[in-house]
């Protein structure tokens, strides 16, 4: 056990080390002098090449095999105790992603996506997408270069989805996602044939003062400990880690829309939870044990206590009198039925970060359809623009006025990443199963909200889902927790449910 | 010059590597939420063995060698362009203090001071130097190896004070400070024969915003670029260098106390303008030669603007009216004149941070006197108390009711700081002799202030002061500058002349 030890000090170590950089990145977008932006670009490269250093050492390809973990059986010797072996998959599949992409290409893409980032920056504000459009190509070129790198055997898309949902597939996502599309748009064409909410009211103005304090409240009923956490303001919000006990998020505050930091407040406090409640065990902490299954699994965290709890009734039944007081006088005179349409609106629209629940994944569906098909060269990068508008309009009903609210709306493939949009969608579908799990076990969340009782919903998530970490894959821990694989009917239960009492059908 | 270019590269990796420890260091004492106390300290240790090792590595001494810097003659030879000469003599120098002290020695003593500093803190809490005190001679005899380490050949005082101001002696520093004591206990006897000043206004209740708003309006008036720095709230002032274009400031905020957060705000911009202002050379950007002369050159930026400018008659005759807006109730009706006198009164008391511009110094030359003594072994450390009221009484005329706020306030020692306090007082001497230079130089400094010409003042001091850096050691510099070595009559003569002024005598 020796050697478990010394590779644990290891990733210890170099999660230290990547603590320190997400310390550099968060005040960069918190705090940081302006002027001081080269400079802070050199520190992180500092740290990022320290980092890698660390986690690339042979040393740790030594203990894994000494170990008895290969590339064919990750996880070692069946006569382990079954956290070592869960820890030695985790550290094989790091180490042979880590190695297997050489560092020319991973200098060489660096490079090259800062200068993707910027052109994108550009194109968007012109609304020019030819100019991004060689970069794009770019990306997608070194995408399929660092796929080959992984896993030759397999198709680039698959490789680069496994990367965020460990263990998933484009067959299994496409399969899932197939279901998914289609109740969508059923249940969007019945909403469409209701009459319109009014929701003027939640763009009355709102100092930012008084939403500062709703959200210091909402994180207070959601119970994130600020002695380990706390909450700042950035340009788009986020959560980050920076250590085991310092996971702090961030918000923005639109004083014409409080549902924005209210919301996003909920949801980024979801992700905090999750990372202050990874805990496999003492001898784990701090290692590449104590992390989220996957990105999927952690969107469920945000999206559950955004959606499932924070925009239910029982939710508002407890705490609409207290917002109303803290954000007063913008919602003076309204009532619970009336704050709870509103903040539940339908409205199909052209960016994915303002679509409500039934939308979303529409959104998500349309991305992963495309970034499949240029990755594996079927989309020309050029007809981008052509099938972007093509897909708004086949599943939203709406149609681009420009590519700038089109295909150039988001950052991610200007930085080179493709096989991250689904964990969006899917975190709403893990979500909705974790709801239904904790109903068949004798939880009721929905009763447990109306009666204020957040602890217990808490404590279920804790126990089934925080705690292990990256002890379980994503498909493993939805199999452990609920008896059985993700089903997207859960969510769209949820979402028909709900909608037929917000929409009244 | 291949070599030199090598050994500023590596240099300014560990620079690089101080600045991050700055920026964990910052977060600590601004924003960290408090249970990843212990974390950081992991982090810290971290960064700093990390900048340790790049500090020591055989390489600096190898590039030393063969460009002629030797111990005996640091600054390599005369055939050298003089900033390259500069650059061998601090990288030398730098190089000989961190390997000559064994790194047990370093570990051994960061335990032990970590166990002082939390004995300190319960000590002074409970008025019970006796616990503290096997901690403090614990922290002598580990300086006094420190100083065997570094220069057996030498007193292990004048070792000491050379760290922090290089050249300096007890001899030296007991001259300046013979004459010094003699004029400032004759200042205080004609100050004591005149009537108090009443500055109970500056009393007045006034609510944070407010004085967040007067400090934003003098760093302004100062100059202090915000686009390469901020000012944040901490319990205690400080200024911290987190990259040569981050340069950030702290201060506190007193109810009932306004000029706390505007002295502070104003003392910590005199230190931030330095440090922003030094560049000797584009090529030594982000090298050791680039930082301080010393900390009484930091100090005499700080206590030049705070006093010399910020405590004038001048200064509010500019800036009165619109800290009696950014303030008001507070100040309202209070007139220029009995603004001037409040903020100068002159009041011997027990606590040197809360000391005037006539007194401070004598708690300084205090210090110096103990710690000189108690290093040598005259002063055994169970006499301290004593010998520390007594010395409050012959200097100063007020005799400390406990330890608490006597021989225990500072925590300087408790962190094993010897030979730093002089600095302090050191830093008056040098701001009224630039002061002075400026004037002969034919800069009226007052007439400057007056006419709220602050800008002919820092122009000044950039060129004179901040520009060049460590390329010249303090001695140097004050020599350079004013043709003279430093001569505490300039400040003698500066406090005189105003007291005389505010206490008409």
Redesign the interface.
């Known amino acids: 056990m020796k050697l478990l030890e010394r590779l644990r000090a290891i990733d210890a170590?170099a999660k230290?080390?990547e603590?320190?950089g997400a310390?550099?990145g968060w005040?960069q977008e918190t705090?940081?002098?302006?002027?001081?932006i080269?400079?802070?670009a050199?520190?992180l490269a500092?740290?990022e090449t320290l980092s890698h250093q660390k986690r690339t050492t042979a040393e740790i390809a030594e203990i894994l095999e000494a170990l008895g973990s290969t590339t064919a059986n990750p996880s070692g010797p069946g006569t382990l105790p079954s956290i070592d072996r869960a820890y030695l998959r985790v550290m094989r599949r790091q180490y042979d992603q880590k190695t297997r992409i050489p560092s020319e290409l991973v200098t060489e893409m660096a490079k090259a996506t800062s200068l993707s980032q910027a052109a994108w920056i550009e194109a968007r504000k012109n609304d020019d997408f030819k100019s991004f459009a060689p970069h794009l190509a770019r990306m997608l070129d070194y995408n399929r270069q660092i796929a080959a790198c992984l896993d030759p055997a397999r198709r680039p898309y698959d490789v680069l989805l496994d990367q965020f949902e460990e263990g998933a597939s484009e067959a299994q996502i496409a399969g899932v996602f197939g279901a998914l599309r289609a109740d969508l748009v059923a249940l969007l064409d019945k909403i469409r044939s209701r009459p319109q909410i009014d929701d003027s009211f939640l763009h009355h103005e709102c100092p930012t003062p008084a939403q500062q304090a709703a959200s210091a409240y909402f994180m207070d009923v959601l119970s994130y400990?600020?002695?380990?956490?706390?909450l700042?303001v950035t340009a788009h919000p986020f959560t980050t880690t920076?250590?085991?006990?310092?996971v702090?998020i961030t918000t923005r505050f639109v004083e014409n829309f409080f549902p924005s930091s209210v919301f996003s407040t909920i949801h980024e406090t979801g992700h905090a939870l999750y990372e202050l409640g990874i805990q496999p065990s003492p001898e784990y902490r701090?290692t590449s044990l104590s992390e989220a299954s996957s990105m999927a699994i952690h969107e469920s965290q945000s999206r559950l206590w955004e959606n499932m709890v924070g925009r239910s009734m029982g939710f508002w039944m407890q705490h609409l009198a207290s917002l109303r007081t803290m954000l007063s006088p913008a919602l003076n005179g309204i009532g619970l039925e009336d704050f709870y349409r509103a903040i539940n609106k339908v409205q199909p629209s052209l960016i994915r970060t303002e679509a409500d629940e039934v939308t979303y994944g529409l959104h998500v569906i349309l991305r992963f359809e495309l970034e499949s098909r240029m990755l594996s060269g079927d989309l020309p990068v050029s007809d981008l623009p052509a099938a972007w508008n093509e897909g708004m309009q086949r599943l939203l009903g709406v149609e681009p006025p420009d590519d700038a609210r089109g295909c150039l709306q988001d950052i991610h493939w200007s930085m080179g990443s493709f096989g991250y949009f689904p964990s969006y969608a899917l975190g709403n579908l893990y979500a909705a199963q974790w709801w239904d799990t904790m109903k068949a076990q004798g939880l009721d969340p929905k009763a447990a909200v109306e009666r204020g009782d957040l602890g217990s919903i808490l404590a279920w998530l804790r126990s089934n889902v925080h705690k292990p970490g990256a002890v379980y894959r994503p498909g493993e821990l939805v199999e452990r927790v609920s008896g059985a694989p993700l089903d997207p009917s859960h969510f769209v239960r949820y979402l028909n449910e709900k909608y037929a009492r917000v929409y009244g059908f």
């Open positions: 170590e230290l080390i603590h320190i310390m550099l005040d705090y940081m002098p302006s002027a001081a080269d400079e802070r050199d520190q500092f740290v400990d600020l002695s380990r956490g706390r700042d920076l250590g085991s006990s310092d702090r701090r």
